[in-house]
């Protein structure tokens, strides 16, 4: 399953709701933010647990090297029981390589609504089937947040852009 956040009051929360996805309240900020839970199939060949942490320290440091022109952020996944005593080892090997990295225990239950859980494929069907087709439509047309566009900031102020309703 693959976790992700929305705010409370995010249009798409409600078609989530409607298309049977399971969408419990944010244990860090109940009030204001939603977890809906996705479910994630893949036909790799091999699974996230079968890559070792210098094997993805490498691929985030080939992709910072070749493809990022500012930074790579990535979230290195890694088995507590086999690896965590690497952590400083990767560190030290890929220092000067990457900008921002960190590492996430890959055991289900490090903290609630992680952002990946492991599922066998009963599970994952039943998840699947559960769900019903969502009609983005409305977001199309409209019923969504506009984009407001960036915001160009020097070093002491920033350009703020004003939205006129025109309704």
């Given amino acids: 399953m693959r976790t992700m956040r929305f705010s409370k009051n995010d249009p798409m929360l409600s078609l989530f709701k409607m298309a049977n996805y399971r969408v419990e309240d944010a244990e860090s900020d109940p009030t204001g933010t939603s977890v809906v839970y996705f479910p994630i199939k893949s036909d790799a060949e091999r699974s996230e647990q079968d890559v070792s942490i210098y094997e993805k320290m490498a691929l985030a440091a080939t992709a910072q090297r070749y493809w990022s022109d500012n930074s790579v952020s990535v979230t290195i996944s890694f088995d507590p029981k086999t690896e965590a ?40 069907e ?39 309703d025109n309704a």
């Fill in 85 to 124: 005593k690497a952590i400083g080892t990767a560190l030290h090997m890929y220092d000067g390589q990457l900008k921002t990295v960190s590492f996430l225990p890959m055991d289900n239950g490090s903290y609630a609504q992680m952002p990946y859980t492991n599922s066998n494929a009963d599970e994952y």
């Fill in 126 to 164: 039943e998840g699947r089937m559960t769900l019903f087709p969502i009609d983005f439509k409305g977001i199309y047309e409209g019923m969504g947040l506009d984009a407001v566009g960036e915001a160009y900031c020097t070093t002491d102020a920033c350009e703020v852009k004003l939205i006129k």
